[in-house]
């Protein structure tokens, strides 16, 4: 089992990382962070609202499923979501430079850090 910090630690080794956060998505508070890049207390806000209202619009229409991870492609960036398979009311986002990165390595990355991340 991995700490928050040794969790984040490991997704800035991934190609084209640029900053990461476990992010608590009652609050919106961040519970740890990793990198630079943006303002990630505001990012960690506003990806809070983007998860809350892909949830709602589940419940709504009748979803009986749970997200996986969301994508956000910008230009220059990827942002990734994923809620934590460990720990209910929790995410891990994750951003990395699109002409760097492999995005189907940093799902994966993620997907094993949240395995093993501790609370």
Request: hydrophobic residues 45%.
């Given at each position: ?5 040794q969790?984040?630690?490991e997704?800035m080794?991934c190609?084209?990382a640029?900053c990461c956060?476990v992010?608590?998505s009652?609050?919106g508070?961040m519970?740890g962070?990793?990198g630079?890049?943006l303002?990630?207390?505001v990012a ?5 609202e983007v ?12 979803l009986?499923?749970v ?6 492609t910008l ?5 990734l ?6 720990k209910?009311g929790?995410?891990?986002y994750?951003?990395?430079?699109k002409?760097?990165?492999n995005l ?5 990355k993620?997907?094993d850090v ?6």
């Open positions: 089992m991995a700490t928050i910090r969790t984040l630690d997704m080794t190609d084209g640029m956060a992010v608590d009652e609050s508070m519970l962070s990793a630079s890049g303002d990630l207390e960690a806000a506003a990806n809070t998860i809350r209202a892909k949830l709602k619009a589940m419940r709504q229409l009748g009986n499923d997200i996986d991870d969301i994508l956000i230009g220059k960036q990827y942002h979501l994923r809620p934590s398979s460990r209910e929790t995410f891990i994750f951003v990395l430079d002409h760097r990165a189907a390595l940093a799902r994966r993620m997907q949240d395995k093993n991340m501790m609370f």
